[in-house]
């Protein structure tokens, strides 16, 4: 496993991974990601705005 894989896993918060570029239109490599099965969301293409819809997510999953 990465480290980062461990990490996530290890910890009991969610964990939500995020590019400010669509990935999935960019080269073959970057659509391959290592830390997406450690996490409960992936956010592309969506600029900074994905890092707040992050975060939006992340609060409203402990106020459930």
Same mark, same amino acid.
């Given at each position: 496993l990465? *480290?980062y894989?461990? &990490?996530?896993? @290890?910890?009991?918060? *969610?964990?939500? /991974?995020?590019? &400010? @570029?669509?990935?999935?239109?960019?080269e073959?490599?970057?659509?391959? @990601?290592?830390?997406? *099965?450690?996490?409960? &969301?992936?956010? $592309?293409?969506?600029?900074? /705005?994905? $890092?707040?819809?992050?975060? /939006? $997510?992340?609060?409203? @999953?402990? /106020?459930?």
């Open positions: 990465f *480290p894989t461990t &990490l996530f896993r @290890s910890v009991s918060i *969610p964990t939500v /991974e995020v590019h &400010l @570029s669509d990935i999935h239109k960019r073959d490599f970057r659509k391959i @990601s290592v830390t997406a *099965p450690a996490c409960v &969301l992936q956010i $592309y293409g969506k600029g900074k /705005e994905g $890092y707040v819809e992050a975060v /939006e $997510y992340i609060i409203k @999953s402990f /106020e459930k």
